[in-house]
């Protein structure tokens, strides 16, 4: 039987913040861009509170593997919003970073929507190709 992905939501009553931690590559981009919010030595580790949500909205914006998004509380989502550029970042012994509304076509023939920014493994380990999970760290990949 297959586990049904957890969403948790936090919100401030203008934004919600939505959380999916099987997606999460654990970058720490949002601990260490916006600690305030994003503290994982809390229960729970994200306090909507502690910023304003402009902040809040540019930080999620930076999450790589798209474990956090959010959404206005009068129901208007932001995924279709990004502009339509795309930019293509290399990390450093990490991924492929691509920002931006992308249709993505999987090794099966399947097609994903991914937007805002999508990490693609470049070390060839992940379990979640041709995502990143984050095990270019474990493995010590230099490229």
Request: with cysteine; glycine share 10%; proline share 6%.
């Amino acid at each position: 039987m297959e586990k049904k992905p957890v969403k948790k939501e936090y919100s401030n009553g203008e934004v919600t913040i939505t959380w999916e931690p099987q997606k999460c590559i654990h970058s720490a981009n949002c601990v260490k861009g916006l600690p305030g919010v994003f503290d994982s030595n809390r229960k729970p580790w994200i306090d909507p509170m502690a910023a304003s949500t402009d902040e809040i909205v540019k930080q999620i914006q930076k999450c790589p593997s798209g474990a956090l998004g959010y959404y206005f509380e009068e129901g208007k989502s932001t995924e279709g919003n990004q502009e339509a550029e795309q930019l293509v970042e290399v990390i450093p012994n990490g991924p492929l970073m691509v920002y931006g509304n992308l249709k993505v076509q999987l090794s099966d023939g399947s097609t994903k929507m991914q937007h805002k920014v999508s990490a693609f493994c470049r070390c060839g380990q992940s379990q979640n190709k041709p995502f990143c999970d984050g095990t270019h760290k474990k493995i010590d990949f230099k490229g």
